[in-house]
């Protein structure tokens, strides 16, 4: 089992070596691929180009721009108010995934079509299948429980046909479910990833808000949107908020868990996973990974289990 790394004291800790988004922003760049990102950036005080980060329709058309320059999405969008994710660190889960999938296949990460994937609660967004796909060429099953959010990842699938062959999308039928309902009979998944609802309440949503309102010096008085990234109730917070949300992951797991080599899932608390790996241990988990992952000063990772 390994354990999160730490950044060296004072030193950004770095993304994976294959991320395509190491480094600073090429601003000019990605105007010239999607000018409609043009009127949100301006120079910083320090004179480098850059976007408001708590501006929505900004960080919006950065990701739209991201994808386009980088991964070759045309047309990316997400309505307002849903989760609009930033793309270096979820491309991030997606390399460390590659590199766990590698360990099975002699030291070589799979690629095309035959590596499928599942992606639980994949969003409006949708942003793991497109990079995943672009990248490795992987198959993807999304789910959700929200039709718009499916309706709206449907229309940038319509827009990328390429994608679209490689990207199924399925509604969740049961809110209370995760893999049951998904999964179908005979089908085999290299892994499932998962980005779930971090908070435990509406109540506790604005309050990490207003944090990253703080972190980021816009402490006036202004009206603070639930999140800066967006988001939709599903998508923010579910009772018991993350370390819930695995635990039933978890419980589900162990019934299917011959279609499945990998369950993984971000955590974004590290105070949550002694009592997640007591969970897995209960279920008979026979191989438990911690996976760490860094964006600049933050710390995240993502827990990994299976039971061969």
């Not at 690629?111 to 490795?136: M, S």
């Not at 162990?254 to 241990?281: D, E, I, M, Y």
């Amino acid at each position: 089992m390994t354990s999160p790394r730490r950044p060296l004291p004072g030193r950004p800790a770095p993304l994976h070596p294959r991320n395509r988004h190491k480094g600073s922003y090429d601003f000019p760049a990605l105007m010239r691929t999607s000018p409609a990102l043009r009127p949100f950036v301006a120079p910083t005080p320090r004179g480098n180009l850059s976007i408001d980060f708590t501006d929505p329709q900004a960080v919006r058309a950065l990701n739209r721009a991201l994808l386009a320059l980088h991964h070759g999405v045309r047309d990316w969008d997400i309505p307002a108010d849903f989760l609009c994710p930033p793309i270096p660190g979820r491309a991030d889960y997606l390399h460390h995934l590659a590199d766990l999938l590698a360990e099975g296949n002699g030291g070589r990460i799979p690629r095309g079509a035959t590596t499928r994937l599942l992606d639980v609660g994949t969003g409006a967004n949708g942003v793991y299948p497109l990079i995943g796909f672009k990248e490795y060429g992987w198959h993807f099953v999304g789910s959700d429980i929200a039709p718009a959010a499916l309706d709206a990842f449907g229309r940038t699938l319509a827009a990328n046909p390429d994608c679209a062959a490689a990207i199924e999308l399925r509604r969740q039928p049961d809110p209370q479910a995760i893999f049951a309902g998904i999964l179908r009979p005979g089908e085999r998944y290299a892994a499932t990833l998962c980005n779930p609802p971090f908070h435990a309440s509406p109540d506790d949503a604005v309050r990490g808000s207003r944090r990253k309102w703080k972190n980021l010096g816009k402490t006036t008085g202004k009206a603070v949107p639930l999140l800066n990234f967006g988001g939709q109730a599903a998508e923010l917070w579910c009772p018991g908020g993350e370390a819930a949300f695995i635990e039933r992951m978890i419980g589900e797991s162990r019934a299917c868990a011959s279609q499945v080599g990998w369950f993984t899932c971000l955590v974004s608390k590290a105070s949550n996973l002694p009592p997640l790996q007591a969970a897995l241990r209960h279920e008979q988990a026979r191989e438990i990974r911690v996976v760490a992952m860094a964006q600049g000063q933050k710390q995240s990772r993502f827990l990994a289990w299976r039971f061969g």
